[in-house]
């Protein structure tokens, strides 16, 4: 048996050079991450080669005792992180990741065609939350359910609970899902549950038959909500989901959260685990439960909170000097690990200054902001600090970073106005922001 340099040079080359690339890029991606050594031994362990279809005590497959004992103590470790009462809450760790968690639990308490509503994409919603456009249902979400999507004011780039209120109250959802993939502000859950307890009891005085379901996809937070350093979506929603790749710090996966009790008529809990097996997944990834199970003990200890408080810091810091340097920035600001950037009033877009900083070795990605004409030339980017923190980084190291940010949009500006016979590296730069493959048409 050969290690992998050995069994095969081509991945382990691959693999070298983008070990390479992660360390010697700012790597600014809002939903990325540098998980610990800890857990990448754990999800490159044996645990990959053992089925296990069913929950634990309740297998498909024999040989599952240390599998068992894996499940229970990842299960246990995720309500203890988010300080959860077992006998209140229960939790499936099963879940692949976001997007197939988001759907199983559409299909565990909903009907096919059911109605739903989560922040629309182009206002930092998440694909997997109903996005479609005018002219097509875009993800799996809105093809299966009918998807009204809420949205900012525009104004002052804050979720409009008023519009979501009226338009809940007229279109009557099953569903309403909190969370985001790009939205610098916590989410005002009382606001949220208040408004499907209204249209329940006194506007439309039929109580169960119609009432509303409230999700909370807290993917990009949930380490902020795990550390306190947010405020708490379980104190208001009846569904928790997350990745746990994100700001949680631990490997590719998925999480679902469930009240006990049931909620509208609904036993959630074996609602949602059949949804998960056998309904959309057969056998759990145990080396990934493995490598969370891992991640989740580090969240319960103080230098984890350290490093969320750090996070948020950071992105304050980043966020001050971006406005300093006179950028406008969504919603003025930032309470959690990211940032929009409105780069429209600059005359340029997202994507062209995406290509420049990539080529500079920082790695960020363009955003769409409230107010595009069109989703395939997004007007900002988005500026996440969770990684650059777990590589160490300060308040000053990201005032650094947003100079640099700077630099990159100065060049993308005067690159985009230079005239020919300029010098070789000015007209290839010109060519890099004049290009129309800039321009794609992914929707994420
Ligand atoms: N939910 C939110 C809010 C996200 O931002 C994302 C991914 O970025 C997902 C779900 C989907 O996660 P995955 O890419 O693991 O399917």
Known sequence: DHGLSEADPEVSSIIKKEKERQFKSLELIASEN??????????????TNKYSEGLPGKRYYGGNYYIDELEILCQKRALAAFHLDEKKWGINVQPLSG??????????????????????????GHLSHGFMTPKRR???????????????????????????????????????????????????????????????DTFWKIADAVGAFLMMDMAHISGLVAASVVANPFEYCDIVTTTTHKSLRGPRGGMIFFKKDPVLGVDLESAINNAVFPGLQGGPHNHTIGGLAVCLKHAES????????????????????????GYTVVSGGTDNHLVLVDLRPLGIDGARVEKILDMASITLNKNSVPGDKSALVPGGIRI?????????????????????????????IDAKGLVSGSSKLQEFLKFVVSSDFLLTDKVS
Do not use: W
């Not at 997007?99 to 206002?123: C, K, Q």
């Not at 004011?153 to 099953?174: C, H, I, N, Q, W």
């Not at 950071?314 to 971006?322: D, G, K, P, Q």
């Open 34 to 47: 540098f998980t610990s050594r800890a857990v990448m031994e754990a999800v490159g362990s044996c645990l």
């Open 99 to 124: 997007s197939p968690a988001n759907f199983e639990v559409y299909t565990a308490i909903l009907n096919p065609h059911d109605r739903i509503m989560g922040l629309d994409l182009p206002h930092g």
């Open 138 to 200: 875009v993800s799996g979400t809105s093809i299966y359910f009918e998807s009204m999507p809420y949205r900012l004011d525009e104004s002052t780039g804050l979720v409009d609970y008023d519009m979501l209120e009226k338009t809940a109250t007229l279109f009557r959802p099953k569903l309403i899902i909190a969370g985001a993939s790009a939205y610098p502000r916590d989410f005002d859950y009382p606001r949220m549950r208040k408004h499907i307890t209204y249209r329940i």
């Open 302 to 325: 103080p230098e984890f909170k350290a490093y969320q408080n750090q996070v948020v810091s950071n992105c304050r810091a980043l966020a001050n000097r971006l406005v300093e340097l």
């Open 384 to 412: 996440g600090s969770p990684a650059m923190t777990t590589r160490g980084f300060k308040e000053k190291e990201f005032i650094a970073i947003a100079d640099f940010i700077h630099e990159g949009v100065q060049i993308t």
